[in-house]
C-alpha cells in the first residue's frame, strides 16, 4: 500500500520531495534521479534547485534519466521532452548535461518507418539504467486516464521500455503544448515500461487539482489493474503519493 501524503499545495509537496532528494545527494553524490516532465513536478524541481543552492550542495556526480519522449520530434524542439528535461531540470540545478539522458536521446527524430532503430532504443535504455545502477528515486505525474510516463491504460504492468501509440485522450491533453493544434501532437512516444518504473527504489507521484481526482481514487483504492497503470504503485514496496486536497477529493 502506498504512503498517501495530502498537503496544502504544490509548494509543500515540492518542498518534501526537494528535502529528500538533496538529503540523498548529500549521502549519494552519485544519485540517479528520476525525472519526469509535465507540470505537476515543477514546483518540487525549484524547492530542489533552491535548497541545492543554499546548502552548496554538490551535484555535479548526479545522474539522471528521464521517463518518456514523443517520437518525430527533433531533440532540440522546444516541446521535445529532451529540450524540456534540460530546460526544467538540468540547468536550474546545474546537473552535468552528459549525466541526464531522455529516452529518445538515440533516436535523435529518427523517423517511424526506421523500425531496427526504434526496436533496439527501449532495451539500450533500459540497459543503461541498469548500468547505473538503477534509479534511487523517481519522480511521476499522472494523466487524466491513470497513465504513468507514456504507459496508457492497457499497458503490460511487466513492461520495459518501448515505443506506444499515444492515446487519443493524451494528444488532446497535450495539444495546448503544440498551439492547441492537435495535428502537431505527435502519435507516437517512447517511455519506460511499467515494469522499469516498479525497480525505482523509490516512488514518488504528484498530483493536483480536481482533474486528477479520479484517476487518484483508481490509484490508491482500486484493484491494481492495466487499465489504470499507476495502481502498479501498490506493487510496490516505497511508494510516496503526494495530493493537494481536490486531487484527493475522491479518497
Ligand atoms: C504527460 C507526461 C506524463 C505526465 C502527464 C501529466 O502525458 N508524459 O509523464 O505525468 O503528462 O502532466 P501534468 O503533470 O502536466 O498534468
Known sequence: MAEVIIVKDQEEAGQIYGRAVADLIKSKPDSVLGLATGSSPLAAYRALARIVRDESIDVSRVRGFALD?????????????????????????????EKVHVPGDILDGAPLEDGERIALAGPAYDRAIEAAGGIDVQ???????????????????????????????????????????ISKVPT??????????????HLVLLAFGSGKAEAIEETVEGGVSAFCPASALQLHPHATIIVDEEAASRL
Open 69 to 97: 519522449e514523443y517520437l518525430g520530434l527533433p531533440l532540440d524542439h522546444p516541446q521535445s521532452y529532451h529540450s524540456t528535461i534540460h530546460r526544467t531540470v538540468v540547468e536550474p540545478l546545474g546537473l552535468d548535461p
Open 139 to 181: 519522480i511521476l505525474g499522472i494523466g487524466t486516464d491513470g497513465h504513468i510516463g507514456f504507459n496508457e491504460p492497457g499497458s503490460s504492468l511487466a513492461s520495459g521500455t518501448r515505443v506506444k501509440t499515444l492515446a487519443e485522450q493524451t494528444r488532446i491533453d497535450n495539444a495546448r503544448f503544440f498551439d492547441d493544434d
Open 188 to 201: 507516437h512516444c517512447i517511455t519506460q515500461g511499467i515494469g522499469t518504473v516498479l525497480k525505482a527504489r
